[in-house]
T-cell receptor, first 115, second 115 residues
Framework: SQKIEQNSEALNIQEGKTATLTCNYT??????LQWYRQDPGRGPVFLLL?????KEKRKERLKVTFDTTLKQSLFHITASQPADSATYLC??????????????FGKGTHLIIQP | EAGVAQSPRYKIIEKRQSVAFWCNPI?????LYWYQQILGQGPKLLIQ????????DSQLPKDRFSAERLKGVDSTLKIQPAKLEDSAVYLC?????????????FGPGTRLLVL
């Protein structure tokens, strides 16, 4: 069955450093991968999408890489700030056919940026 | 632009009772999704609609869960009868396009507790 693994424990990073989150998957050939941010009591918020034929995407302080051979995505936040503290979700989608594009999510990584 | 609206925000029921959740997607978004998020887990897709038609309901427990989107706008998700394991946050999301190129916008969710 499809499986997505993210850092299961909280990740503590000092303010100003780069935070790197990992998403590994098995038994899946996604057409694209998305990263979402989720704060307590709120719904996920879209951050970045990267397609299977792309290696890297950037948006401001965020960078995502996608290696379909390793079946892995890395999510980087540079110059991290306490406001970046949240749970970050990796989600895979596509290749289901028939227009079905509901996402398969990992459990998420809880990121804590310490001042 | 207004976001995805959901109601109620919280609901407490006893097992074997029925419950219904309502979702109003972003105006103009043809695709609507319902996800279930159990505490400590990522969201799990229950059903996807394209306008008023079902695209994917493969993970919907159809013996107790039902959903409809009669006029292609608002949607209702119902559980009848509820079980203890249905305690979760039910998230509604909408997207402007189908096929993977669209961002999914999530509502705040309805937090259900089954006693």
């Amino acid at each position: 069955s499809q499986k997505i693994e993210q850092n299961s424990e909280a990740l503590n990073i000092q303010e100003g450093k780069t935070a790197t989150l990992t998403c590994n998957y098995t038994n899946y050939s996604p057409a694209y991968l998305q990263w979402y941010r989720q704060d307590p009591g709120r719904g996920p918020v879209f951050l970045l999408l990267i397609r299977e034929n792309e290696k890297e995407k950037r948006k401001e302080r965020l960078k995502v890489t996608f290696d379909t051979t390793l079946k892995q995505s890395l999510f980087h936040i540079t110059a991290s700030q306490p406001a970046d503290s949240a749970t970050y979700l990796c989600a895979l989608g596509g290749n289901s056919g028939g227009g079905a594009d509901g996402l398969t999510f990992g459990k998420g990584t809880h990121l804590i940026i310490q001042p | 632009e207004a976001g995805v609206a959901q109601s109620p925000r919280y609901k407490i029921i006893e097992k074997r009772q029925s419950v219904a959740f309502w979702c109003n997607p972003i105006s103009g978004h043809a695709t609507l999704y319902w996800y279930q998020q159990i505490l400590g887990q990522g969201p799990k897709l229950l059903i996807q609609f394209q306008n008023n038609g079902v695209v994917d309901d493969s993970q919907l427990p159809k013996d107790r869960f039902s959903a409809e989107r009669l006029k292609g706008v608002d949607s209702t998700l119902k559980i009848q009868p509820a079980k203890l394991e249905d305690s979760a946050v039910y998230l509604c999301a909408s997207s402007q396009v189908t096929g993977g190129s669209g961002t999914q916008y999530f509502g705040p969710g309805t937090r259900l507790l089954v006693l």
